[in-house]
T-cell receptor, first 115, second 114 residues
């Protein structure tokens, strides 16, 4: 079956622009996570959805970052007024139920470069 | 502050030998630990996990050991193969939280030489 997919795979933008990053989770997975991986670091948690609602957005760095999952499947991470420090690989993961026994399956990531 | 630490940025071993990757954590609330493997331009792939009620979990060539008192875990790969060359991330989570988010280390680049 299809895994987690993310589009685009690469995004280059200019400082101050708005970007949207898309995640298609594994079909039937109710839990969806966004992580950000900066150069030389491990992935860092941004936000968690259970169904349509953002159950925990404590990892979002500031109010320029926002994510939605309107129908409980596809999710979009939105970044306003991008800054050079936003450059990173944005990873999406999904799991079946979002419980302790679940494995999180990751997509290939979107590499965002802010010039 | 890093709650999950992988102090070796890289490790090089010969094919057929044992690879040992180490991980330390500081948060005593963590009760589930995972290892992910990552190839360039791909997302992390789940490898093996261990609950804090166990001290060892084995899956084929991969074994994870957990020492709770030392807040230390290790991944053993025996025998190592060139295809194992990748970045390995240690991750931890707290089952008492509401979201099971993972906290990752910085990763260790494993190179297995033929």
């Amino acid at each position: 079956g299809a895994g987690v997919s993310q589009t685009p795979s690469n995004k280059v933008t200019e400082k101050g622009k708005y970007v949207e990053l898309r995640c298609d989770p594994i079909s039937g997975h109710t839990a969806l996570y966004w992580y950000r991986q900066s150069l030389g670091q491990g992935p860092e948690f941004l936000i968690y959805f259970q169904g349509t609602g953002a159950a925990d957005d404590s990892g979002l760095p500031n109010d320029r970052f926002f994510a939605v999952r309107p129908e409980g499947s596809v999710s979009t991470l939105k970044i306003q007024r991008t800054e050079r420090g936003d450059s990173a690989v944005y990873l999406c993961a999904s799991s079946l139920l979002g419980t302790g026994a679940d494995t999180q399956y990751f997509g290939p990531g979107t590499r965002l470069t802010v010039l | 502050d890093q709650q999950v630490k992988q102090n070796s940025p890289s490790l090089s071993v010969q094919e057929g030998r044992i690879s040992i990757l180490n991980c330390d954590y500081t948060n005593s609330m963590f009760d589930y630990f995972l290892w992910y493997k990552k190839y360039p331009a791909e997302g992390p792939t789940f490898l093996i996990s261990i609950s804090s009620i166990k001290d060892k979990n084995e899956d084929g060539r991969f074994t994870v050991f957990l020492n709770k008192s030392a807040k230390h875990l290790s991944l053993h790969i025996v025998p190592s193969q060139p295809g194992d060359s990748a970045v390995y991330f240690c991750a931890a989570r707290w089952s008492g939280g509401s979201n099971y988010k993972l906290t990752f280390g910085k990763g260790t680049l494993l190179t297995v030489n033929p």
